[in-house]
């Protein structure tokens, strides 16, 4: 990713705010959502532009400051060594969402989707009576269910209640469509 458009606006932002520049201060002075505000300086740390301080505050490196054509920042801010990216998504919540398997390892996109995220669901396991399990380390993970059509469980596949009235859940055709995630 390169420096251009709003990823550069907000490194003109973490520019001017100096050492106080956090991803709602991004936001507030770019007029943006502060999700996609933090998104961005996450991505420009990826990059090296700026560096993502433990505080949750980001600050201009050497190469974010060479990108900006050395134009004049906030009082009492320095550029600084770029401090390496890995490790730190332990540390940033959100955004960051990894794809683990049922035993820990890494696992490929479920359900891949164009211009999005990959994400992971993760299944509560329920036995018969609907309770939650836990199987403890090495148990069986949950089955997940892929998009398709089932009885409904709330008239049995009839499509009427008792009363003879039509089931709320799948307007009287006893079929409802689930879409994941869903465990069985």
Excluded: N
């Amino acid at each position: 990713m390169s420096a251009s458009g709003t990823a550069r606006k907000a490194l003109e932002a973490v520019h001017e705010l100096g050492d106080r520049a956090s991803g709602h201060a991004v936001s507030r002075k770019l007029g943006i959502e502060p999700g996609y505000a933090r998104l961005l300086c996450l991505d420009l740390a990826k990059e090296d532009y700026l560096d993502f301080k433990p505080s949750g505050l980001f600050k201009m490196t050497r190469k974010g400051t060479r990108t900006l054509d050395g134009k004049p920042s906030a009082p009492g801010s320095s550029p600084v060594t770029a401090v390496s990216f890995r490790g730190r998504s332990k540390q940033s919540p959100g955004w960051q969402v990894a794809l683990v398997g049922s035993r820990g390892q890494a696992a490929g996109a479920s359900f891949p989707k164009p211009g999005q995220e990959p994400l992971c669901w993760h299944a509560a396991r329920v036995d018969g009576a609907g309770k939650r399990r836990d199987t403890g380390p090495g148990g069986r993970a949950a089955k997940v269910l892929q998009e398709g059509t089932w009885p409904c469980g709330f008239c049995r596949g009839k499509g009427e209640r008792p009363a003879g009235a039509k089931c709320p859940v799948c307007h009287g055709t006893g079929l409802i469509h689930l879409s994941p995630p869903v465990a069985r």
